[in-house]
């Protein structure tokens, strides 16, 4: 394959891939606890195996861009004050752990409420997980929350939350919304943690920075895409002529 028309196509992919990154940290910049996804590049080198040691002038011709993968920004978002006792933000490292349908998953999005069996849950009705590895379930009336998580109504105490980390290595992966999840067996006790009542983490992506990356990600995408065309148009004119040479 043309060198040339190789890269554009590759290029062309890997823009496309982040163009969906960005699009989806920008469409939740406004979703509490959410953290933004940064794209990853890397380079492949096309037929090594076939020419074995190549030349750096080969090197450089024969390697394209691709999408490595994503990794999560974990810089603290900016918490702001809600007034609401079921509200809480996670100032330092460490997330909330719910029991969903598919299991458990993570969140820093601690715009909590209570359901009908007074258990608290996250307002799409997923279970917050207290320490002892069952739900949390304040007592009747005003609930307080301390800063290391314990759970209390009218002095007697409800539970302590589950707020984890993960082993070093491990990267969460995310889910959807500001949901995340981790391999079995990999969750810490998140000891740095210190939770907020009556506030909310903000989001960390900036909107209007992710606006400004989103269209220079779609200008990058149409570049390629205009180089891939012009590659594949010099390919037919040189294979019509060739034809006509031999005729």
Known sequence: MNSGLYGACAGLMARM???DTIAANV???ST???RGEENTFGTVLAETGRHGRMSALNQVTNSFSQLAGSNTDETQGTITRTGNKLDLAIEGEGYFKIKTANGFAYTRNGHFQLDANGRLTTTTGDLVMGEGGGPIVPGPGSVS???SGIVSSNGAISGKLAIVTFAPGTT?????AADYVAPAGTERPASGASVQ???LEDSNVSPIEGVVKLVSAQRAAESMRHALTLIDGEMDKTAVQDL???N
């Open 32 to 34: 509490a606890g959410f």
């Open 197 to 199: 009542q009556g506030a």
């Open 172 to 176: 969460p992966t995310y889910r959807g």
């Open 145 to 147: 929350i301390s800063s």
């Open 17 to 19: 891939e982040a163009l």
């Open 27 to 29: 469409a939740n910049s």
């Open 244 to 246: 006509a040479r031999n």
